[in-house]
């Protein structure tokens, strides 16, 4: 039975520096706008003709609640016109922004393949997903309603937003929901390690306890030798 205890992980993994590396990809068909929403993010600027950045990363310093992230904010070198993205080009990623162009429903068509594939891909949890409408400036040609982006992102279980590159609309509102999807997975993970250091590092300060229990997958009961209990829970799964 002790062999399913949770392991003491020494006190060697605690990060005194909360610098925190945000790996961001763009996903999306040509033409939607993911190099202006790119250059928005980083700069905070619009330029049309649209930027030729593609291939390596810009990037956005910002601080939340204590954390410095430094996010990289990929952009595709233009391979999305031949479908040809390739999954080296997400793997790894942090947030992964799905954009669409609300005045093209082919584009919405084809962000719900993105999605697909990215969640046929990815690790549930490592990457955090975003459907993006972007061109929300251009409401008169609008094809795709906010609320069609909002089902579409309810039923796939991602986040969701309408921005403009070219206004400035919701893209701080959008970078801060990366940035926090982010310090939250953190703060699990050292709630995580939390816990790893509470057992079997004597919890009471007295013997090894006799009997545990585990309730739900979350909550882990010891029952010391002298009658004493104690409760430890957490987002680590026992
Ligand atoms: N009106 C409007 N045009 C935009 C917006 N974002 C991008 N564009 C324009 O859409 C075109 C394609 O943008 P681009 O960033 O190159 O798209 P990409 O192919 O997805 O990288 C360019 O002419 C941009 O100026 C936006 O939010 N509103
Ligand atoms: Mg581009």
Redo the contacts with the bound molecule.
């Keep these: 039975m002790e062999e399913s205890l949770p392991r003491a992980s020494g006190e060697a993994r605690r990060r005194p520096d909360r610098t925190l590396r945000v790996k961001m990809v763009?996903l999306?068909?040509?033409?939607?706008?993911?190099?202006?929403?790119?250059?928005r993010f980083s700069k905070d600027r619009?330029?049309?003709?649209?930027?030729t950045?593609g291939c390596a990363y810009l990037t956005r310093v910002m601080h939340l609640g204590g954390a410095t992230l430094r996010l990289e904010i990929w952009?595709?070198a233009?391979q999305?016109k031949y479908h040809s993205v390739t999954p080296l080009y997400y793997r790894g990623a942090h947030a992964a922004l799905v954009?669409y162009?609300i005045c093209k429903k082919e584009t919405f068509v084809r962000a719900q393949l993105w999605i697909r594939e990215l969640q046929r891909q990815y690790v549930p949890g490592s990457t955090v997903l975003f459907l993006v409408g972007?061109?929300?400036?251009?409401d008169q040609d609008r094809q795709v309603s906010a609320q069609e982006g909002q089902n579409l992102a309810e039923d796939k279980g991602v986040s969701f937003t309408e921005?403009?590159?070219?206004?400035g609309h919701q893209v701080n509102e959008l970078l801060g929901a990366v940035g926090r999807s982010e310090t939250n997975k953190q703060t699990n993970k050292q709630a995580d390690d939390k816990i790893d250091l509470l057992y079997p590092g004597n919890p009471l300060g007295g013997s090894r306890p006799s009997q545990f229990q585990v309730f739900a997958d979350r909550v882990l009961v010891l029952v010391q030798p002298a009658g004493f209990w104690s409760v430890w829970t957490g987002s680590r799964r026992f």
């Design positions: 763009l999306g068909s040509s033409g939607v706008g993911k190099s202006s929403l790119a250059l619009f330029q049309n003709p649209s930027p950045v952009d595709t233009g999305e954009v162009d972007n061109k929300g400036d251009l921005t403009s590159a070219l206004s």
